[in-house]
């Protein structure tokens, strides 16, 4: 069956700018979790999402957002982007939640100049 | 103030030898604990898991061990394979207070011929 897919899987813009990020688990998983990955911290969560509600939410400003559609993709939205904001955007689905294995998409890298 | 912390940036390990990966976390509410394994370019995936009421957990040549009074896991793989060389992420979540994953900085592994 097919992977999680991210799109896109690269992406340059410049501070100020807003950029939105896409992921579609795998059939039949209704769970989405955004991470973002950047050398020496790991993964930070982002927030997750389950049909089309999001459940939790980690410790990350207003600029960043999220929502999912019925399918169960979702999309990752960042507003005036700050260099920091510089990272490896990873997404995870699973079939419910809570402790099922995630399974990861292989991410976004964002870079903002 | 990170939770799940991974101490060692990175290790080198001759191939044949034993790999030792370890994380400690500080949150006494984590009852569940996973180690994914990362290459470039991909999303982590998942390795191996532990529940808080064992104490060792083997898949192969990974095995997980807990030790919950000094909030320790460590991940040993016998025998190390050149393949195994890749960003290890120790993660953990508190099932039942309905937490998200928490992931460590991760640990790069380079397993040498």
């Known amino acids: 069956k097919a992977g999680v897919t991210q799109t896109p899987r690269y992406l340059i813009k410049t501070r100020g700018q807003q950029v939105t990020l896409s992921c579609s688990p795998i059939?039949?998983?209704?769970?989405v979790s955004w991470y973002q990955q950047t050398p020496g911290q790991g993964l930070q969560f982002l927030f997750e999402y389950f049909s089309e509600t999001q459940r939790n939410k980690g410790n990350f400003p207003g600029r960043f957002s999220g929502r999912q559609f019925s399918n169960s993709r979702s999309e990752m939205n960042v507003s005036t982007l700050e260099l920091g904001d510089s990272a490896l955007y990873l997404c995870?689905?699973?079939?419910?939640?809570?402790?099922?294995?995630?399974?990861f998409g292989p991410g976004t890298r964002l870079t903002v100049l | 103030d990170q939770q799940v912390k991974q101490n060692s940036p990175s290790l080198s390990v001759q191939e044949g030898r034993i790999s030792i990966l370890n994380c400690d976390y500080t949150?006494?509410?984590?009852?569940?604990f996973l180690w994914y394994k990362k290459y470039p370019a991909e999303g982590p995936t998942f390795l191996i898991s532990i529940s808080s009421i064992k104490d060792k957990n083997e898949d192969g040549r990974f095995t997980v061990f807990l030790n919950k009074s000094a909030k320790h896991l460590s991940l040993h793989i016998v025998p190390s394979q050149p393949g195994d060389s890749a960003v290890y992420f120790c993660?953990?979540?508190?099932?039942?207070?309905?937490?998200?994953?928490?992931f460590g900085p991760g640990t790069r592994l380079s397993v040498l011929p």
């Open positions: 949150n006494s509410m984590f009852d569940y």
């Open positions: 993660a953990a979540s508190g099932r039942n207070y309905g937490q998200n994953f928490v």
């Open positions: 995870a689905g699973q079939r419910r939640g809570g402790d099922d294995e995630q399974f």
């Open positions: 059939s039949g998983h209704r769970s």
